[in-house]
């Protein structure tokens, strides 16, 4: 199955400074890289995502960057704001195991 | 529009206790239905995921069941609950086999005493 490494584990960041979360995969059919956001009680809910015939994909302050040579890709939240502290999942999927492959997951703390 | 509702939110059950956890989704057909547990401040692991009707796929050994009785219904179950089963239960679905994304329910936080 598919192989997920997220980094870091924890990320502290002054409120207004960007903060990039990356996530690297194993399997080279993955076409699918989705990021989800967590806050404490809820389910994840998807925040922005990517295919892989594109290169970086844009949502007001969120950004989600691929690069499918290195089998990787990027969070990146510009402008950080207190309502982003919460947990952050990668998982890629659509490879040859259908299923989604959730990384470990990035604790996001702003700190105002 | 598409809802996913998961009951209870809370639950405190004691050790060897039954278990029965539902999860319903509406405003979709043949929805691919997925049990994940999360332990307090880690990863999500999948438990079970189906296909369809009656189709169950287990993860995990364990302690636990997982049953589909109609298209969008996914039961989780126990037989007798350990300690170790505590944790936040969370169910989702999904339309197309992992190149689409996951909408979860808001979980079930399961303590066992």
């Known amino acids: 199955g598919e192989n997920v490494e997220q980094h870091p584990s924890t990320l502290s960041v002054q409120e207004g400074d960007s903060a990039v979360i990356k996530c690297t995969y194993s399997?080279?059919?993955?076409?699918?890289f989705p990021w989800y956001k967590q806050e404490l009680g809820k389910g994840p809910q998807l925040i922005i995502d990517?295919?892989?015939?594109?290169g970086e994909k844009k949502d007001q302050r969120i950004a989600v960057t691929l690069n499918k040579t290195a089998k990787h890709f990027s969070l990146h939240i510009t402008e950080t704001q207190p309502e982003d502290s919460a947990v952050y999942f990668c998982?890629?999927?659509?490879?040859?195991?259908?299923?989604?492959?959730f990384g470990a997951g990035t604790t996001v703390t702003v700190r105002a | 529009s598409q809802t996913i509702h998961q009951w209870p939110a809370t639950l405190v059950q004691p050790v060897g206790s039954p278990l029965s956890l539902e999860c319903t989704v509406e405003?979709?057909?043949?929805?691919?239905l997925y049990w994940y547990r999360q332990a307090a401040g880690r990863g999500l692991q999948l438990l079970f995921y189906?296909?369809?009707?009656?189709?169950i796929s287990s993860e995990v050994p364990q302690n636990l069941s997982a049953s589909r009785p109609q298209d969008r219904q996914f039961i989780l179950s126990s037989k007798k609950l350990l300690l170790s089963d505590s944790g936040f239960y969370l169910c989702?679905?999904?339309?197309?086999?992992?190149?689409?994304?996951?909408?979860f329910g808001n979980g079930t936080r399961l303590t066992v005493t």
């Open positions: 989702a679905w999904g339309n197309v086999q992992g190149d689409s994304p996951l909408h």
């Open positions: 990517i295919r892989s015939n594109v």
């Open positions: 189906s296909v369809g009707i009656g189709q």
């Open positions: 998982a890629p999927g659509g490879g040859n195991d259908y299923k989604l492959s």
């Open positions: 405003g979709t057909s043949n929805p691919n």
């Open positions: 399997d080279s059919a993955s076409n699918y």
